[in-house]
């Protein structure tokens, strides 16, 4: 089975704070996703990644970055936290194929 | 725009029931269709995709149905469980290997 794992299921930060999210896979997926989900908005996709050291920005990237420096690992990075990214955070991976995606339990991120 | 919809936010349904859990989109074009689970607390877990060739595929107690004619995309879950209480979502393929997102529909169990 495919094993996405995020290294914390509860996160907790104060504004202005740098954060780090991290991702792995055990599949040697090359596509890596991270999303945040709001009640009622669904998935947004931040960023996503088809190969080490290669980014593209997804639908809300505004206030996030990314690091793929190995091929199981994607990061997330808020460079200066602020309360409006409190959400839970999805990281995915996916075969070359491209779908489907397979998801962690996600990192429940609070801006005080 | 390109859009997944869900028709209803919340679905209840009494327990060993059947399920049908709609979905609409509005881009054509779209060729791949993929129906997610997610329980309270974890994320997304693939239930069963399928592509514009195809109407209907079935896999254990899902059936994904595909009206490519006005555009509606369903789930059916056969007897349903109480395990099966959670929130779906669909999803449809977008630009590259993005996927685009419904808001999700809760299925509540009723014993």
């Known amino acids: 089975d495919v094993k996405v794992t995020q290294s914390s299921r509860y996160l907790v930060k104060r504004t202005g704070e740098k954060v780090f999210l991290e991702c792995v896979q055990d599949m040697d997926h090359e596509n890596m996703f991270w999303y945040r989900q709001d009640p009622g908005l669904g998935l947004r996709l931040i960023y996503f990644?088809?190969?080490?050291?290669?980014?593209e920005k997804g639908d809300i990237p505004e206030g996030y970055s990314v690091s793929r420096e190995k091929k199981e690992r994607f990061s997330l990075i808020l460079e200066s936290a602020s309360t409006n990214q409190t959400s839970m955070y999805l990281c995915?991976?996916?075969?070359?194929?491209?779908?489907?995606?397979?998801f962690g339990d996600g990192t429940r991120l609070s801006i005080l | 725009g390109e859009s997944v919809g869900l028709h209803l936010p919340t679905l209840s349904v009494q327990e060993g029931d059947n399920s049908i859990i709609n979905c609409a989109y509005s881009?054509?074009?779209?060729?791949?269709f993929i129906w997610y689970k997610q329980e309270s607390g974890k994320g997304p877990q693939f239930i069963i995709d399928i592509r514009s060739n195809m109407d209907k595929r079935q896999g254990q107690r899902v059936t994904v149905l595909l009206n490519k004619t006005v555009k509606h995309l369903s789930l059916q879950i056969a007897a349903t469980q109480p395990g099966d209480s959670a929130v779906y979502f669909c999803?449809?393929?977008?630009?590259?290997?993005?996927?685009?997102w419904g808001a999700g529909t809760k299925l509540i169990i009723k014993p």
């Open positions: 881009n054509s074009a779209s060729d791949y």
């Open positions: 995915a991976s996916s075969n070359p194929g491209g779908q489907p995606q397979h």
């Open positions: 999803a449809r393929d977008g630009v590259g290997y993005q996927l685009i």
């Open positions: 990644s088809y190969d080490v050291k290669m980014k």
